[in-house]
């Protein structure tokens, strides 16, 4: 298995020859030195310059539009603003005094789901003071986050063996949130 004969031998590519910008006919004393720029427009500028699809081109751009009420994008400033934002409550988290509006997922969970019952708002104000969370915040987080509720008509229960193993299939829904609806 580790007979070195039986084992093709690694050929590497052969180096390339590198290439050259002149031609091998032309020594580089020969080449007569053209000048990179000059004081007078000649033949090729005046014709580069009447080019029918580039001026056509230009036409149909128009003018420029400035927007002078533009103001200037500073894309560092919204990531300082992030990090200051994650330090900030990296701080509040690891605090020991408790912040106001902080709270647990599963607590969180709670209190979302709380309010999709029926208890009345001043409850859920009580158990919202209870965990140190604001009610208005509760009601404007519940109009775009929920806690998953199953929609009891679609339960589904299927039973996969001999052993009695079941499998239960239910559909999510959204439910609003009736005491904050006020």
């Not at 590519?13 to 030195?33: L, N």
């Not at 990296?90 to 999709?116: F, G, W």
Request: charged share 30%; glycine share 2%; aromatic share 2%.
């Amino acid at each position: 298995m580790g007979n070195a004969t039986s084992k093709a031998a690694r050929k590497l590519p052969k180096r390339a020859e590198p290439t050259t910008w002149t031609s091998p006919s032309q020594s580089s004393g020969a080449a007569p030195k053209r000048p990179l720029a000059v004081e007078k427009k000649d033949q090729a500028i005046e014709n580069d310059a009447r080019d029918p699809h580039f001026m056509s081109n230009l036409s149909r751009l128009g003018a420029v539009k400035v927007d002078h009420h533009m103001q200037a994008v500073r894309p560092h400033q919204k990531s300082r603003e992030m990090i200051e934002s994650r330090i900030q409550s990296e701080q509040e988290a690891t605090s020991m005094r408790p912040s106001r509006n902080h709270v647990q997922a599963s607590t969180l969970t709670y209190l979302l789901d709380k309010s999709k019952s029926n208890a009345s708002r001043q409850d859920i104000k009580e158990l919202a003071n209870k965990y140190g969370v604001d009610i208005e915040k509760i009601e404007k987080l519940s109009q775009h986050v929920t806690s998953p509720s199953i929609n009891p008509n679609s339960v589904v229960r299927k039973v996969r063996n001999e052993d009695g193993e079941e499998e239960l299939s239910v559909m999510a829904i959204w439910i609003e949130s009736r005491a904050l609806k006020a």
